[in-house]
């Protein structure tokens, strides 16, 4: 039976540091480092933990999905007449859903970083339900604006939070999988709501049709936040579903990804580092030109379906295809990267893939005749595999940034581009084009052109960098075991020693190599066996040992 076991590792002098500067797992991890577990255990361990995670977040990110398209499903049955909505109006209220993204998205985070993650997620899950179900009293352009405004605030909580969590209870190879079990949802949520439109088309009696659409998906998001909030877990070491051994290993686990798990401190150094990481800005713009078609394939799709020359309820149905194409294609590539892990680059590989279909299915919409309804159709169904590279980009985020705040400074600025491109997709629908829209599919085009070249580049870059870090690794079974240590306390291998922050990452001639901030400055700490200590300046970000995965 195989056993596992953590080195423990004694630094001499005692740290010491303040619970408030603390992760919030890393006593609980202190207390059992070194604990023995079989590789048996583990498994079981992470079965129990997928069998309670990834249902609530697969329902959890379905629904939200749903709501904030809701308003596709909603536009064909008369929602533009009951709101009174004229000219580009319609559009207004897909972009100005992600203004209220955008301006909730650093909030959010930092409510993440003071609040308990599970509980905070389930009440947003609740919140939103709510909001959707007073869609129907709106009655002009205002009211249906500010409550879509509104809603996007809500949502702007649950991809970040969803990738965040994900983070704090998978190793970064098991991530890429179980980040796509959710988000493939999207796609499961475009088949749901394409049945459902289907079956509010054959309501005859009672309401307006348009208003059954947010009823129902409102009534299932405040049902499953109800669920969320007593059974959504926080963090591993506080998870009342396991025992106090297996909380042990399921924080053993994740150790190893030296990212930490959750800090209620904001740190500012990390926000430097962010800004100064190209991952950072690469993932920005992919963001932006991924997400620009995106409303398309959300707000649009019924309308699009529509003008191709299909009826009403053919708008609906015709839906289901593109959702099962996103389906699929976002769990096998889930599989995939796990699967093949780090032997042939298999995430970019997945991104360059998906993103070469996007630039063929979105040209074949502005190269094929109107004429050909059915190629059209096709053509948008091919853009659904746009999702395997968004969320790739999010594999990206939570297994390769070190830091909780810097992590969660790069989920906000890529959430911001994220906004920004569908701030400025449904723009490109003019109403004086209809039903053409040219001007949208070029504008599809250009954004799967734009998300191309950026996974390129931060191939290219990701590549050199991990070619860098293999010539200044060192190996040591003391600097393995005391890297996962310190990156429990979140802070890139920083803990506090003597008044300065330490950290080791390397072991040469005899010397440990620390690296310490003190007053918002880096400094080199080589200790040596007499403790006397000596201190220079070096460069603001350090190298972290092991190769990031891609």
Known sequence: MAMQKKAEVTVSPPISSTTSERDESYEFYKQHRGLEYTTEEAKRVLRKIDIRL?????????LQYLDKNSINFASVYGLKQGTHLRGQQYSWLSSIFYFGYLI???????????????????????????????????????GIAINRFLLGMV????????VLMTGMW?????????????????????????LIGYAVGHITTGLPR??????????????????????????????????????????ERVAINRQGVKSSKFKWYQVRQAAEDPKTWLLFVMAIGAQVPNSALTSFTSIIVGTFGFDTLGTQYLQIPGGEVQFITLLLGGYIATKFDGKFHSRFACMIFACTVCIIGSGLLVGLPDTNKWGRLVALWLCYFQGLGFSMSLTIVSSNIAGYTKKQVTAALLFTGYCVGNIIGPQTFKSSEAPGYKSAYIAMLAGYAVKLVCIVALYIYMYLENKRRDREAI???????????????????ISEFNGVCEAVTAVKSGSIVVAAEKDEERVMVARHPNHSVHCTPVFPELPRSGNAKW
């Open 104 to 142: 909730a998205q650093w909030p959010a985070g930092l409510a993440m970083q003071k609040l308990p993650v599970g509980k905070f997620l389930a009440i947003t899950t609740l919140v939103w339900g709510a909001l959707l179900m007073t869609t129907p009293a709106c009655y002009n352009f205002a």
């Open 210 to 251: 348009w208003m059954y659409v947010f009823l129902i998906f409102g009534a299932f998001s405040v049902a499953v936040g109800i669920i969320a909030l007593v059974f959504l877990p926080d963090l591993p070491s506080t998870a009342k579903f396991l025992s106090e051994h297996e909380r042990a290993i399921a924080v």
């Open 155 to 162: 949502e702007a909580v649950v991809t970040p939070g969803f």
């Open 54 to 62: 990834i249902p609530l977040l697969f329902l959890i990110y379905m």
């Open 170 to 194: 998978y190793t970064s190879e098991e991530q890429p999988l179980r980040l796509e079990a959710w988000y493939c949802t999207n796609g499961i949520a475009t088949m749901f709501g394409g």
């Open 475 to 493: 190996d040591g079974q003391e600097v393995e075991a005391e890297g996962v240590e310190n990156g429990m306390l979140n802070r890139r291998g």
